[in-house]
């Protein structure tokens, strides 16, 4: 099975993690981390699409709430806490993160797999997006030409659209015309509204902008 997805493990519990690491090993490349420095010393060279967290880790003074303030969004990876606490003031504090999920010991094999297959999912769904968007040739494009080209596919004239963007109308025409070329698309009447409005979900996803 091919395994897209790479998930770290930081789990002080060795038998705890090793039944993590069991649950989502058919799902995955997986490593174990038992410490903190550990688990941020696996991030340069795995890469993690998810790392699954323990909050509260013995011997240390950090916490996998630190670890996710710490990393989360430098190494762009999504989380999931797998702890024992469940106090309101834990909840709040890891809720902040934007975990994926936030699974309670002692854990289901099913509650884990679910958490995974969902996240899986995504991955697909998004490697498929990005895939459409370099067949549009969208990635070829500026910030500036994403942003006009997504409001020429909401219906906004070249004058609103340099209303919109505080820019003159000469300049949002140039950087049509530098649209039409780079997407490969026939310069012909209204061409490049239509194509737009056709593929209007792709240009206003997320890998778009």
Known sequence: MNKPLNIL???????????LERIVTPYAIVKIAHDYNTAAAH????????????????DS????IDFAREFKDKHQFEIIFITAYFDSTTFSLASKLNPLNYI????????????????????????RDNTDFKKLNLEKL???EKQVLQL???????KLIALELNKSSKTVLNHRSNIIKKIEITNTNNALLIWSIENRDKITSNAAI
């Open 152 to 158: 020429i596919s909401l219906g906004l004239s070249s």
């Open 9 to 19: 493990i930081l789990e002080d519990e060795v038998i705890i993690a090793r039944s």
């Open 61 to 64: 003074e950090k916490t996998g």
């Open 43 to 58: 991030l340069k060279l795995l890469k993690p699409s998810l790392v699954l967290l323990d909050i509260n880790l013995r």
């Open 104 to 127: 309670v010991k002692p854990f289901k094999k099913s509650q884990v797999e679910i958490a995974v297959q969902l996240i899986l999912n995504q991955l697909i769904e998004k490697k």
């Open 142 to 144: 500026t910030k500036v």
